[in-house]
């Protein structure tokens, strides 16, 4: 009850403190840190605190408040992470150096909390997902950032769903032709390849069922378009020629000591029934 109360707080705050401002995509501003909060709750996994810094990423840089009003109000830790995602106004210097100046920053700022780290994840992932309004040339400037800087944090961190999603839209500012050519694709042919997953999964599941793994959880899911995209690439070939469009993971539920034996005993599983 009472991390609710504080969130519900924050919300008023950042509510009180966006008033009137809009986004470039259109809407309201204050659905911005909203969706930041929602992404940090439900798809990086944080709790109370990260979700009430998200929904307070951008007051102190684009409103009056400051950074004593937060921690008056929500206490120094909040402050400290709201601090650690606060641009640099930095005056008479380009673009690439003010960039530079708040990216030394977010990583003096991480020495201190992985939170801050993981909340400006989730911040870029939400403005990546709507910046189809911004002009052309700013796209593919953020885009690029996007590719060179965050997808490896998002890797090195383990938040796989979420670098696989940002290098998706990368290359759809940066690459946008082959973007649409592999999604069209992959569009057209999407329900075959989901009944192929589904034929593929079903005889790996009763086998692992029958062979004492105990617990375990079996997902299919089609390959990312950045996926695809270096492996045509690499290889010389044109989509029609990857045949690896999509994976398939197993995940057991199995202490440390057990672990080791039960994947082995689920791979061998699995290439008895098909060649590896």
């Known amino acids: 009850d009472a991390d609710l109360n504080?969130?519900?707080?924050?919300?008023e705050v950042a509510y009180e403190a966006h008033k009137g401002m809009?986004?470039?995509?259109?809407?309201?501003?204050?659905?911005?840190?909203?969706?930041?909060?929602?992404?940090?709750?439900?798809?990086?996994?944080?709790?109370?605190?990260?979700?009430?810094?998200?929904?307070?990423?951008?007051?102190?840089?684009?409103?009056?408040?400051?950074?004593?009003?937060?921690?008056?109000?929500?206490?120094?830790?909040?402050?400290?992470?709201?601090?650690?995602?606060?641009?640099?106004?930095?005056?008479n210097k380009s673009w690439v150096a003010q960039?530079?100046?708040?990216?030394?920053?977010?990583?003096?700022?991480?020495?201190?909390?992985?939170?801050?780290i993981l909340i400006k994840l989730a911040d870029r992932l939400h403005n990546m997902r709507?910046?189809?309004?911004?002009?052309p040339k700013k796209q593919e400037l953020i885009a690029a950032e996007t590719l060179f800087l965050y997808t490896p944090i998002a890797h090195r961190l383990g938040l796989y769903r979420i670098k696989s999603e940002l290098e998706d839209l990368s290359i759809k500012y940066t690459q946008r032709e082959v973007y649409k050519d592999i999604a069209k694709?992959?569009?057209?042919?999407?329900?075959?390849?989901?009944?192929?997953?589904?034929?593929?999964?079903?005889?790996?599941?009763?086998?692992?069922e029958d062979g004492g793994i105990g617990e375990f959880q079996i997902y299919g899911r089609p390959k990312h378009i950045f996926s695809i995209m270096n492996k045509m690439k690499n290889k010389g070939v044109p989509f029609e020629e990857?045949?690896?469009?999509?994976?398939?993971?197993?995940?057991?539920?199995?202490?440390?000591?057990?672990?080791?034996?039960?994947?082995?005993?689920?791979?061998?599983?699995?290439?008895?029934?098909?060649?590896?």
């Open 99 to 116: 960039k530079a100046e708040n990216f030394k920053k977010i990583l003096f700022a991480l020495g201190k909390d992985v939170r801050v």
């Open 242 to 276: 990857i045949y690896d469009l999509f994976a398939i993971r197993i995940i057991i539920d199995a202490d440390d000591k057990q672990g080791k034996g039960l994947c082995w005993r689920a791979y061998s599983i699995v290439t008895d029934l098909y060649r590896p």
């Open 185 to 208: 694709k992959l569009s057209q042919t999407k329900r075959s390849r989901e009944k192929f997953i589904k034929e593929f999964i079903e005889p790996v599941k009763k086998k692992l």
């Open 130 to 135: 709507t910046m189809d309004a911004m002009p």
């Open 22 to 91: 809009m986004r470039k995509a259109g809407g309201p501003y204050i659905l911005h840190p909203i969706e930041v909060a929602q992404i940090v709750a439900t798809e990086v996994g944080l709790g109370a605190t990260s979700v009430i810094c998200a929904l307070l990423h951008d007051v102190v840089e684009d409103t009056d408040l400051t950074l004593e009003d937060l921690q008056g109000e929500f206490g120094v830790k909040v402050a400290d992470i709201v601090d650690g995602l606060t641009k640099i106004k930095v005056y």
């Open 6 to 11: 504080r969130i519900e707080r924050a919300i």
